[in-house]
DNA sequence: GTTACCGCTTACCTTTCGGTAAGTACTATC
DNA sequence: GATAGTACTTACCGAAAGGTAAGCGGTAAC
């Protein structure tokens, strides 16, 4: 299970510190989480996502699905058409990042109402 | 010309999206999950903090302290002795990112053991 | 045979991030 | 008057991330 207990002694925190930036390594850059998003809603060809993920190059994209791949959170399915079609999906594991980008995507909305409010103050 | 938002396909995700950017990019950079970690254990002032934090520059120290306090994560607290003394101390605010970091936290632990165990596998 | 689509790769360039070293304004101490 | 400490700022530099544009090997349609 999950252990809310964080921010503890100083020691407990180093370890704990060391995971939260295991993780942000691993969902970094500017792509990361929408190609995530976007391959959990469904599998799609290179094509396709960069179709849908506006703005993202060849070049980064193929990287990034690279790097995703690596991570086990898609997976590359060749497929022996003619021509050959190259389908990328999600993998159950992408799944266990619901929580976490629950998590974020709660604190981001609030932070945001926040900061609004406070420019309001200072204006 | 960019012509549509992000995942223009479902409402929802797109703003959870944003969402988890807006978040990530409070939290990003190689010191910031540091500094608020150390702050929240006890305030203290520049030159405590870095030695803390070993290997932070005073010059990126003090870029990443004032955005810790535009994101009210921080307060910069002037006392008029002399010479003054400038302590830094962490808000009430930086309380809320306990479930994230939590999250994060979790998430990274069980994401390195997997890691760990594909990598035994591969060898 | 030229054009076009697919899934990339390559070369090149710009922007951003972070690091080093030095300087500054002030005070205090020797 | 020289030195040291505090809290930074400034100038310069290298690495890395990311963007642009072009190419490439295959297939296939016109």
């Not at 995971?19 to 060809?45: E, F, M």
């Not at 060749?78 to 594991?93: F, L, Q």
């Not at 981001?108 to 900061?115: D, F, N």
């Amino acid at each position: 299970m999950i252990r809310n207990e964080v921010l503890p002694s100083n020691h407990e925190c180093a370890g704990s510190l060391k995971n939260v930036i295991d993780a942000l390594y691993v969902l970094n850059g500017k792509w990361k989480r929408a190609l995530i998003l976007s391959l959990v809603q469904s599998s799609k060809r290179f094509n396709e996502i960069q179709k849908e993920v506006t703005g993202i190059s060849a070049k980064v994209l193929a990287k990034e699905l690279k790097d995703l791949e690596l991570n086990d959170f898609i997976t590359r399915n060749v497929y022996p058409t003619t021509p050959v079609s190259i389908i990328y999906e999600a993998t159950g594991y992408s799944q266990t990042l619901k929580s976490v980008i629950g998590e974020l995507s709660a604190w981001g909305e609030q932070h945001r109402e926040k900061v609004k409010q406070s420019m309001r103050k200072q204006s």
